[in-house]
């Protein structure tokens, strides 16, 4: 088989981890495959990189400077344990040291200018793939396979300049990655390549968002052609619901593409969802696997949704930390554009919606959105909508919860939403919002923030997803 084999920041998270993700590439090459592997930072040092940006912008030296130490020390403790052979070791050793020396100079221009733009920004986020990706390159030599390490850059993958969030150029980077490392596979070696980062045509760093890696994953297993795409986490795969909620939840063996991203929005631990349109596209399934268990098989996704007999949820997820806002009044009765208005006023404020519903009357309109948006949200709308004679109030919920049931087996089945809100009535819980798509395939519903936890365990057990 053809293999890409994306590696997440908990499976790199020091040098014994990355050295147990050498064992099992060494394994999957021993079976015969090609192997690519995309690498993500050493976890927490993405996030650690971007309080860092912060702190250089406000200029505190002190705290860069203890932040570079701290950062050295911990790659260079990563190489020592993750490589044996000590030329491998130097050698890797020595990019290291330059890679950060370079990182120092970039925030002390930031800490000096006083100024972080978005473009500089994902400059300097490119860092913890840069850093980790070399180490897990040479601990694969130290074990005998040939490798070598590139960036996103280097391998060909293109972007546009929403830095922060770009989108790949999809026709120009499948070309370059064919390019560039088809040969490389061909002859058994093994490309490792930075998640997380790409350029502009111009040359550029940019980075991919949230789920980067995991994007760049399938960026790189679609321009490939590959046979499947394995996402290797600290999880078994995509689960029925958190088992931090419910104990007994179970792996899901295979789910369909629109299922599994369904899953992705709203919550469930693996991967994010923008990371499976490449992978959709080209009709490669994708794999979730557990560095930690490798024997198990963990999730498999694909295009073809197969429904058991009987079968009808599969999973259930929960987002907590949002807020409910209602817009009403009379006069949005045959308003046209009160809701076009409504969401681009926060469309212009930076605030994402999550859940929408609208009564047939059209007289009110209830969305969720993130919780420390509220606050911004209510002051947008009531500047915005007040006071002209259609919307009359805007009232909200701060403390709520949405609850997402998905499973390509309520599409056509009777009953599904009775034997939902029946579980969640017998508990004594209020639903204050109901979204449904066309597809189907989820129904979504807010409750209060106590309550989504005892939700989640009624549907769990009202449609037997423990087994």
Partial sequence: M????????????????????????????????????????????????????????????????????????????????????????????????????????????????????????????????????????YSLRDIGLEADHFSGKDVGIVTDANYGEARPLMSLTKYQVRQRLEPMLDKGAIPVVTGYIAVTQEGFITTLGRGGSDYSATIIGASLGVDEVWIWTDVDGMMTTDPKIVPSAKTIPELSFQEAIEMAVFGAKGLHPRALEPAMEEGIPVRIRNTFNPTNLGTLIVNKQKIKAGEVVKAVSLIKSVSLINVSGAGMVGAPGTAAKVFEVLGRNNVNVLMISQSASEANISFIIKRNQLGKAISALEIAMLGQGIVREITSEERASIVAIVGAGMKGTPGVATRVFGAVAKKGINIVMISQGSSEVNISFAVREEDGEDAVRAIHEEFGLDG
């Fill in 2 to 137: 053809k293999l890409v084999m994306k590696f997440g920041g908990s499976s790199v998270g020091d040098g014994d981890r990355i050295k147990r993700v050498a064992k099992i590439v060494h394994e999957q090459v021993n079976q015969g495959d090609k192997v690519a592997i995309i690498a993500s930072a050493l976890v927490g040092v993405t996030d650690d990189l971007l309080k860092a940006s912060d702190e250089a912008k406000r200029g505190n030296i002190e705290y860069i400077h203890d932040f570079i130490h701290q950062t050295k020390k911990r790659h260079v403790d990563a190489v020592s344990k993750a490589i044996k052979n000590q030329l491998l070791k130097e050698e890797v050793m020595s990019f290291v040291k330059n890679t950060i020396e370079e990182l120092e100079k970039v925030f002390t221009g930031i800490a000096y200018l006083g100024e972080l733009t978005p473009k500089s920004l994902d400059y300097v986020l490119s860092f913890g793939e840069r850093l980790s990706t070399p180490i897990l390159c």
